[in-house]
């Protein structure tokens, strides 16, 4: 019974630990289930069962020109909207958070409205804008729907970073003589970076993974996550599994390193 009691104790005291890390693993059983498949040699097509390991899905990565084109367009769609949708959103939470002006409240409720919007209104309204605004369906309209979209998470995540921010270190800055625009990038900006940094990771990972929104709007392009539903049917090469891997490893590292190197600037500090 002294054994059962010890057990039941420190699972009592360690149960939070337990609990955070069962549901982590719950939330990383299908990342790791498709990196697994990324190893797989697929009898057939469909890469849905295990047969035998193999290294040939990562040495022939490139094999498939559509594949490798649709990974290309959706990085470069992820890139473009991820620069305007962090440059547009850290400006709009530095004018939110800072001043009072008018419909103020009115502007945070609107940034929120594409957040509780389902996807498939969004991209059904969209694409009834560009088409009644005449403009082609293609990376363009993808450039401007992702924007759209991205433009609300970064607001929301630079308005938690920028709420803790101590005006004063500007006001010193002013006081010993710095322009305005010598403050924002000397002081301001090395300060937001690491919120800056979140944003756009948060906003490329959303431009790379959306599929409803692009579909609607995506015309002719042919993206990453387009290109897996028009293969689900004839089979998905295992060659996917592996880029989906490669993604997900280097997103974690770009967070693990901004993580570290924040740790270490505020270990820096006196």
């Given at each position: ?231 689900v049917q004839k089979g998905i090469p295992p060659q996917v599994n592996a880029f989906a891997t490669l993604f997900f490893v280097v997103t974690v590292s770009l967070v693990a390193i901004g993580a570290l190197l924040q740790r270490r600037r505020a270990n820096l500090k006196p």
């Open positions: 019974m002294s054994i059962i009691r010890k057990i039941a104790a420190v699972a009592a005291s360690r149960f939070l630990t337990i609990y955070a890390s069962l549901a982590l693993f719950y939330l990383l059983l299908p990342i790791l289930t498709v990196a697994l498949f990324s190893f797989n040699d697929p009898i057939g097509r469909s890469n849905y069962s295990w047969a035998s390991f193999t290294f040939d899905n990562w040495l022939t990565l490139f094999r498939d020109p559509t594949l490798v084109s649709a990974v290309g367009i959706s990085l470069r769609i992820a890139l473009v909207s991820t620069i305007i949708a962090t440059t547009i959103g850290t400006l709009m939470a530095m004018a939110l958070v800072r001043y009072q002006f008018k419909f103020r409240k009115g502007i945070d409720l609107f940034i929120f409205l594409p957040l509780a919007t389902p996807e498939i209104v969004l991209g059904a309204s969209l694409l009834t804008l560009f088409v009644t605004l005449q403009i082609p369906l293609g990376e363009l309209t993808l450039i401007l729907a992702h924007v759209m979209f991205n433009v609300s998470y970064v607001v929301v995540t630079m308005k938690a970073r920028l709420a803790g921010f101590d005006m004063r270190l500007e006001e010193a800055a002013a006081d010993l003589g710095a322009t305005p625009w010598q403050t924002f990038w000397r002081v301001t900006f090395p300060l937001i970076l690491p919120g800056i940094a979140a944003s756009a990771v948060l906003a490329f990972g959303l431009s790379l993974d959306d599929f409803v929104i692009t579909r609607f709007n995506a015309g002719q392009v042919q993206t990453f996550p387009v290109y897996i539903y028009l293969k």
